[in-house]
């Protein structure tokens, strides 16, 4: 859909690493959504950024009291204005393009539909709100889990703390933008690889799937931004336990499409 070099240049936005705001942005934040200083919510909160995206960027803190190890989102300060500045600015974008490439490059979703999706985004309560849901859904299981969120207000979520490594980084080995590896690379790989890793490997993409799958066909409740930057996996390879963050978009599938859709799943596992 894009050239190669428009892609490099927005891929430091999947990767959490957009510019980060200022500390005293996050005190007048924290301030304003529950009514205390940084020192009263949290024993231990580190100015260091864990993550920087598009609409927040999160830091690794102790909750005061509990002790609990938390991760804290906190929306960036001009998000909402540049947020639907951006609306304008892309469907103007693709309106000029449409014409240049003969129609072909689109955008299948509507105005409305977008704008909808940059709301969720940017309010952290919906976000909290689909969490507690992904939890239930998922109540029991041990392989697949999702942060509880202790505080919440529409600019700070505080959720638990994840630890591990992100799938995203199990990628990198693959190239940018996914080169075809050479047989004789394969091979090389494959057998430098110890069973239990290929072992391990297998039994995190079987967890995954099954996640996926059981947003899609039991629950009707699906992620919306499932990439490997938002799905943490345990340092321990023998531990195929996963934590989904990051539920600001969610999605269903309508009730009058979902018999064309299961049609589609039944044919494409048939090899139809």
Same mark, same amino acid.
């Given at each position: 859909?894009?050239?190669? =070099?428009?892609?490099?240049?927005?891929?430091?936005?999947?990767?959490?690493?957009?510019?980060?705001?200022?500390?005293?942005?996050?005190?007048?934040?924290?301030?304003?959504? $529950? #009514?205390?200083?940084?020192?009263?919510?949290?024993? $231990? $909160?580190?100015?260091?950024?864990?993550?920087?995206?598009?609409?927040?960027?999160?830091?690794?803190?102790?909750?005061?009291?509990?002790?609990?190890?938390?991760?804290?989102? @906190?929306?960036?300060?001009?998000?909402?204005?540049?947020?639907?500045?951006?609306?304008?600015?892309?469907?103007?974008?693709?309106?000029?393009? #449409? %014409? !240049?490439?003969?129609?072909?490059?689109?955008?299948?979703?509507?105005?409305?539909?977008?704008?909808?999706?940059? /709301?969720?985004?940017? =309010? $952290?309560?919906?976000?909290?709100?689909?969490?507690?849901?992904?939890?239930?859904?998922?109540?029991?299981?041990?392989?697949?889990?999702? %942060?509880?969120?202790?505080?919440?207000?529409?600019?700070?979520?505080?959720?638990?703390?994840? %630890?591990?490594?992100? @799938?995203?980084?199990?990628?990198?080995?693959? #190239?940018?933008?996914? /080169?075809?590896?050479?047989?004789?690379?394969?091979?090389?790989?494959?057998?430098?690889?110890?069973?239990?890793?290929?072992?391990?490997?297998?039994?995190?993409?079987?967890?995954?799937?099954?996640?996926?799958?059981?947003?899609?066909?039991?629950?009707?409740? @699906?992620?919306?931004?499932?990439?490997? #930057?938002?799905?943490?996996?345990?340092? !321990?390879?023998?531990?195929?336990?996963?934590?989904?963050?990051?539920?600001?978009?969610?999605?269903?599938?309508?009730?009058?499409?979902? %018999?064309?859709?299961?049609?589609?799943?039944? =044919?494409?596992?048939?090899?139809?």
């Amino acid at each position: 859909m894009l050239p190669a =070099d428009v892609i490099a240049a927005l891929e430091p936005l999947r990767h959490g690493e957009v510019p980060e705001h200022s500390a005293a942005h996050n005190r007048a934040t924290i301030r304003e959504s $529950f #009514g205390a200083e940084v020192e009263e919510v949290f024993s $231990f $909160f580190d100015e260091k950024t864990v993550a920087s995206g598009t609409v927040a960027q999160v830091h690794r803190a102790r909750m005061a009291g509990s002790g609990e190890e938390v991760a804290v989102k @906190i929306r960036h300060p001009a998000v909402l204005h540049e947020t639907f500045v951006d609306i304008h600015l892309i469907f103007a974008f693709m309106k000029t393009l #449409g %014409p !240049l490439t003969c129609g072909n490059f689109t955008i299948p979703f509507s105005r409305h539909d977008f704008h909808a999706v940059l /709301q969720r985004q940017t =309010d $952290f309560t919906l976000e909290a709100e689909n969490l507690a849901r992904f939890r239930r859904y998922f109540d029991g299981d041990a392989l697949v889990v999702f %942060p509880s969120v202790s505080h919440v207000s529409d600019a700070v979520l505080v959720e638990s703390w994840a %630890p591990g490594v992100l @799938i995203s980084e199990g990628f990198k080995e693959l #190239g940018e933008f996914f /080169q075809k590896i050479p047989a004789e690379k394969r091979v090389k790989r494959h057998m430098s690889e110890s069973l239990e890793k290929r072992q391990a490997n297998s039994r995190l993409a079987e967890v995954v799937f099954s996640a996926v799958m059981k947003m899609f066909l039991r629950d009707n409740f @699906i992620h919306g931004d499932l990439h490997g #930057g938002n799905v943490i996996r345990s340092s !321990l390879p023998s531990n195929a336990k996963v934590t989904i963050i990051d539920a600001g978009v969610v999605t269903s599938i309508a009730p009058a499409f979902q %018999p064309r859709f299961h049609a589609f799943l039944q =044919d494409l596992c048939q090899g139809r």
